[in-house]
């Protein structure tokens, strides 16, 4: 499998009991395949999955992949604390029919790189799916390292890898030495540069709710090579990312913006409160600035 432009890291979208609101599901889901996004994540850090529970989890890989109905791929997150658990995930999802998993790091233990291939290859070995890795040592606290990486060469499932470390010299490490693993941006402030370097996909959390801006950065650099166009496109976005990296309001921003495309996202999970009046203000300013802009963008380019 080779993974290939915007995939969305999935909301998990609640109503205020923080029961999951299913229509509001499904209606996200109809969204992003309408808008064109190019595959769905489930149980990603954007769907809140380390406050959920094992059922819910396997509940929304199943009402998911049901929704998308074969027209994209699903990627199951099988992100945990323990090995034997992850491998659950990978499992079920598998019997559920999903088409790759998403393996991260997992956090607070901070296994060596060798102890994390041997976490990946184990996850691997029990659901013989394509795999996107996914390193992000902000928040898991360790890298993916040569040594990590290296041993994971072991299988040509490793496919791809959401990069989120934020450090360009990772990129330049990835893009020289390990092309057989697909790159992906999983940075959204360096998406320009991921595409400079040759990067085919980009996992972003905004494009819940602005996938058609992703998706224009993603055709103007992957698809058209025109990066003059996608500095421009770049440019607009930079604002929206600014406030969404800004004071730990990530997921609460990202549902914000999905309820003001009028799909009702509800409150982040706690200890996450939703965003306050001010905050949802600045948001959906920027949002319209951004929209306008790129408008502007592609019908100059047209």
């Known amino acids: 499998m080779q993974f290939e432009g915007i995939y969305t890291p999935i ?48 509940w929304l890989f199943e009402r998911v992949h049901q929704l998308i109905n074969g027209r994209v791929p699903m990627i199951a997150g099988t992100g945990d604390m323990q090995t034997e658990n992850s491998i659950a995930y990978a499992k079920a999802a598998k019997e559920i029919g999903a088409d790759a998993l998403l393996i991260a790091t997992p956090p607070y233990s901070c296994p060596t790189g060798r102890e994390l291939a041997l976490h990946c290859l184990a996850i691997d070995r029990a659901a013989n799916l394509p795999v996107m890795l996914y390193n992000y040592p902000g928040r898991m606290g360790v890298t993916m390292d040569e040594e990590c990486l290296d041993r994971l060469g072991r299988s040509a499932n490793f496919c791809g890898i959401k990069e989120s470390s934020g450090d360009i010299d990772r990129l330049h490490l990835l893009a020289r030495d390990y092309p057989h693993i697909g790159l992906g941006c999983g940075m959204d402030d360096q998406a320009l540069e991921f595409f400079a370097w040759g990067a085919r996909f980009w996992v972003c959390a905004g494009s819940n709710f602005a996938p058609e801006a992703h998706i224009a950065l993603y055709r103007a650099c992957a698809i058209e090579g025109d990066f003059t166009k996608g500095r421009a496109i770049m440019s607009a976005m930079l604002p929206l990312m600014r406030v969404l990296e800004q004071g730990g309001k990530f997921i609460q921003c990202i549902k914000h913006g999905l309820t003001v495309r009028g799909i009702p996202a509800g409150p982040p999970r706690r200890p996450l409160h939703p965003l306050n009046k001010d905050d949802k203000r600045a948001l959906e300013e920027v949002i319209r600035t951004m929209n306008t802009a790129i408008k502007r963008i592609e019908g100059e380019a047209q």
């Open 11 to 58: 909301v998990t979208p609640y109503h205020d009991d923080f029961t999951i609101n299913e229509e509001a599901l499904a209606q996200t889901v109809e969204m992003l395949i309408g808008a064109g996004v190019h595959g769905i994540i489930v149980a990603g850090t954007t769907g809140e999955y380390y406050a959920q529970s094992a059922e819910t989890r396997l």
